[in-house]
Every structure is written in structure tokens, then in C-alpha cells.
């Protein structure tokens, strides 16, 4: 056979399309194919070599996890302790099961909540990344009960798999946060009127998920592919955090602690008695009044709040975490050779404003766009090597901008 007609036996390229055709004795190979085996063998050896390992997380107590914490998110002391100690118990009641079934413990699945922009999901983000564990943040907005419009409540599970390269027993031991969990309260006091297919229908479908069983999951979503064959994962030992800001719950809480009554005292007592004050006293059964079922709130033994960020906690986050926002700007202009710096009466103009508009901890990033986008746009490539950021700077760039639209979104 002449050389042009020789072609990989594996993906049909002739000679004069490759590098190089390495020849076998019935069979050739080109390089591309070469590189796509080794890329692939490469990643089952990292996929094999990846379990985790429980000694390790056993070793992590609470104060060295709230302590990691401490340096990413700002504020909300109380959650952190609680999460701290839940996610210890939980890797804990991991490495007993594997030695030790005389006593089962069970799982320590987590919900919080607070306010949009209090930093709900950047707990469970740091946590995953702190123990390198796997992580699937979902929308329960999104879900629906089986055969309905929407995802299937299975669906999180892919999202976890995803997240740990389909390693199952990776995913085994992952954290699972969903958020506005909210969002999917039931409907209805009186479920017989209509089916509530996205509120307490998703709650039914959630409770064996939370609880512990054996699921058969697919691994691209469940409709758009009905050929494709299922991974059985065991959700006995994955974490669930579920979080939400539960508009209108201090309502519920005030009514319970009577706050509600009429009279000059209480009037003057409940003018005194600030929001975060009320979600302090936050019991299973306010959720319960909210629309979540006895049996979700069950598996979901642990409840903490979220309290709303004041000026010295957004102060904070612009300047102190380890991924801080104003460190972050000060490094893109670095890589343009641009020295950037802030006033502190410029941070505290920044403050001001987020709490103005109510845009909460990520309202400041909207804030800092809105004042550096023509500097990002002009800078770069120019001889300006200096750009010092005041408060006069500050109100000239917001002079006339509206925060209205980001106002209501949150």
C-alpha cells in the first residue's frame, strides 16, 4: 500500500493529513489519536487517585473549619459555628459507618436563612473548597414534581457528578446546596384543591434524596437523553444544605412572640426590635407556617440564619477576605501595569450607596463596575500608570445612574 493511502485505524485521517502515523502490525495510529488516549488515561488515573480521604477531613474540628471561614466571608459568626460543627459531625459519622456500625448516626443536613446576599452559598463554597470535596450548587426554582415541565428533582444528582468528573464514589461523599429552597413552599393550605407540582410536590420528591437511598441518576440530564444508561448513587452520606431568604418570615415570627398585639408598649417595643433581633428567634415551626412540610423540615434537623449585612460588615468585604473585591480590581490592573488605589472616604462613598440601594454584598461589585468600567475600557495600552479612586471621582461616575432595576431584583 503507498503511503497516501495509509490512514488511523481509529479516526479514518490519511497520512498527508497527521504528524505522525505510527504503524502496527494490522493497524496505524496518528498522533491526534495518541494524545486523545493519553489525555484519557491520564484522567482515569486522577479520577482513581481522588477519593477522599475521611482521616484527613476527621482531623479538620470546627475551630480550624470557622477559622478557614472567617477568612472568606465576613460576619454571621453564629452560622458559621453551626456549620463548623455540622460538616465535622458529618465527615465524622462518614468514618464511623466505615469502622464502626454498632451505633448509626445520622446525617447533619443544614438550613439557612437569611437574605439575599449575605453569603448563603459562599459558606458552602468555601466549605467544599476547604475539604476539596465536590460541590453541585442548584435553583430549586427550577424544579418540578416528576412528568411536569421542569427539572427532575434527580437532576441535582447529575449536577453532582458533574462536579466530581463522574467519580461516584467522589460524589458519594460531595455537598449538595440548594438554593432558594424558598421558593418551593407549599402553594396551598389545602393541598386537595390543585396539584401543587413545583411547590410540595418537589418537597415529597426531595425526601429520599435527603434522606439517604439508592438513586438511579443520569448522567446528562434526565429527558433530553431517555437512551442513556443510569449510574446508581447512594446519597446516604452526601451532605444537604439548603438555603433561602424567606421573604416575609420575621411576620410569622413576630406573630409567634405576640409582637403583633395592639398597644403603646408593644408599638414601642416592636419599633426597638430590629429585623435581625426577630430572625434570631427563628424555630422549625416558622418554616413550617411559611409552606415547608413537617417530613422536608425532618431532613433538615439543622436551622440557622443568615443576619442582613450592616455598613461595617460590606465595609469589611470590599477590603479584608482573601478574595476581596477592591484586591481583586487592584490585581486586574496590575496586569496592565496600573497602579490603582482607593481613598477611605471613597470605600466608605461605596458602602453608603450599597446600603442606600439595598444591593447587599453583591450589590458592591455592581457599584465598583459602574465606577471603573470606562477606566477598564481606556487605560489599558494608554501612559497612565497611576489611577487613585476619590470620593469626588466616586459621584461624578454614579451621577445619574439608577439602581432601581438591581433594587427590586434583590
Do not use: W
Not at 47 to 73: A, F, R
Not at 152 to 172: H, W
Not at 181 to 199: A, E, F, M, Y
Not at 212 to 220: H, I, L, R, S
Amino acid at each position: 500500500m503507498s503511503e497516501e493511502r495509509l490512514s488511523c485505524s481509529f479516526c479514518g485521517l490519511n497520512k498527508l493529513q497527521t504528524k505522525i502515523l505510527v504503524a502496527g502490525q494490522d493497524a496505524h495510529i496518528c498522533d491526534q489519536c495518541i494524545e486523545q488516549a493519553f489525555s484519557i488515561l491520564n484522567h482515569q488515573n486522577k479520577s482513581n487517585d481522588s477519593s477522599i480521604n475521611i482521616e484527613k477531613s476527621d482531623l479538620i474540628n470546627p475551630k480550624e473549619i470557622k477559622q478557614y471561614l472567617d477568612d472568606y466571608v465576613i460576619g454571621q459568626d453564629y452560622s458559621k459555628k453551626v456549620i463548623s460543627v455540622c460538616v465535622y459531625n458529618h465527615y465524622k459519622r462518614i468514618y464511623q459507618k466505615i469502622n464502626d456500625d454498632s451505633i448509626e448516626i445520622e446525617k447533619s443536613n443544614v438550613i439557612m436563612v437569611g437574605p439575599t446576599g449575605t453569603g448563603k452559598t459562599l459558606i458552602a463554597k468555601t466549605i467544599s473548597k476547604m475539604l476539596e470535596v465536590p460541590l453541585a450548587i442548584v435553583d430549586a426554582t427550577v424544579l418540578t414534581e416528576a412528568g411536569y415541565v421542569g427539572e427532575d428533582v434527580e437532576n441535582i444528582l447529575t449536577r453532582l457528578l458533574q462536579a466530581s468528573d463522574y467519580n461516584i464514589e467522589k460524589a458519594e461523599k460531595g455537598i449538595i446546596f440548594i438554593d432558594e429552597i424558598d421558593k418551593i413552599s407549599r402553594k396551598n393550605d389545602n393541598p386537595s384543591i390543585t396539584r401543587d407540582v413545583s411547590g410540595e410536590g418537589v418537597q415529597q420528591a426531595l425526601l429520599k434524596l435527603m434522606e439517604g437511598t439508592v438513586v438511579n441518576v443520569p448522567p446528562k440530564g434526565g429527558r433530553k437523553h431517555p437512551d442513556q444508561n443510569f449510574i446508581k448513587l447512594n446519597t446516604s452520606n452526601i451532605l444537604f444544605i439548603a438555603g433561602g431568604a424567606f421573604d416575609g418570615i420575621e411576620k410569622i415570627i413576630s406573630k409567634r412572640l405576640n409582637m403583633n398585639a395592639v398597644g403603646f408598649k408593644n408599638s414601642k417595643l416592636k419599633s426597638v426590635v430590629r429585623s435581625n433581633q426577630i430572625v434570631k428567634n427563628i424555630i422549625p415551626n416558622d418554616l413550617k407556617d411559611f409552606g415547608l412540610i413537617p417530613e422536608i423540615l425532618g431532613r433538615l434537623p439543622i436551622l440557622t440564619y443568615m443576619l442582613d449585612l450592616d455598613s461595617k460588615d460590606l465595609r469589611q468585604i470590599l477590603t479584608q477576605p482573601k478574595n476581596a473585591l477592591i484586591k481583586q480590581y487592584f490585581k486586574l490592573f496590575e496586569i496592565d501595569g496600573i497602579k490603582l488605589t482607593f481613598d477611605d472616604d471613597a470605600l466608605d462613598y461605596i458602602v453608603e450607596k450599597a446600603l442606600e440601594f439595598k444591593l447587599g454584598a453583591r450589590g458592591l461589585r455592581s457599584i465598583c463596575e459602574s465606577i471603573l468600567i470606562d477606566d477598564m475600557f481606556n487605560l489599558p495600552g494608554s501612559k497612565i500608570k497611576i489611577l487613585q479612586v476619590t470620593k469626588s471621582y466616586i459621584k461624578k461616575k454614579l451621577d445619574g445612574i439608577s439602581f432601581s432595576g438591581l433594587k427590586e431584583a434583590s
